[in-house]
């Protein structure tokens, strides 16, 4: 029987072949990564304009200069129970643009960021660009189901009856 070895030259070219491969997918493999971030930060941006739009910032400020104007009436603190509510408000109000305002700060680094790394080819901010992405997503849902809990009726109390069904005996 006759034993063939490859010839070191064949060896040499498929395993600079496969190199090159490699490299190759593993760049294409980044630029989609890259490309996928780009997507996930336009998309937080219309969310977040979306619900920037909702919740109308401007009138949002000029309620809270309203009620700001109201607890500085003189007869203001007479009504203990009116003014715990105003306050309330107030600060309901104050922790909605708080909200707002730390998730356009937060989309305008996010995307400083990304920016950088793409003139870059940062790998090293790849994770940081995560971090942000994840803590933004977080910021925008929170502030989606602060806009569902806020309807007219959402800080009063609710009466819920749980009843057993479909032959249950609980």
Request: glycine share 2%.
């Amino acid at each position: 029987s006759i034993a063939m070895t490859p010839v070191p030259a064949v060896q040499e070219k498929n395993t600079r072949n496969a190199v090159v491969y490699k490299n190759n997918f593993l760049r294409r493999e980044r630029s989609l990564c890259w490309k996928i971030k780009k997507i996930l930060l336009r998309h937080y941006k219309k969310k977040t304009s979306s619900l920037e739009t909702i919740f109308d910032l401007p009138k949002l400020k000029t309620q809270i200069t309203e009620l700001e104007a109201e607890t500085n009436q003189p007869n203001f603190w007479n009504d203990q129970q009116k003014a715990k509510v105003v306050l309330a408000e107030i600060k309901g109000l104050k922790d909605k643009i708080s909200l707002l305002e730390r998730i356009h700060n937060d989309l305008e680094e996010v995307q400083l960021l990304l920016d950088m790394a793409l003139a870059e080819n940062a790998q090293n901010l790849e994770t940081e660009l995560d971090q942000h992405l994840t803590k933004l997503a977080q910021e925008i849902d929170q502030l989606d189901l602060v806009l569902k809990l806020s309807g007219e009726h959402a800080p009063n109390d609710a009466i819920m009856a749980i009843n057993a069904g479909a032959g249950g005996t609980d």
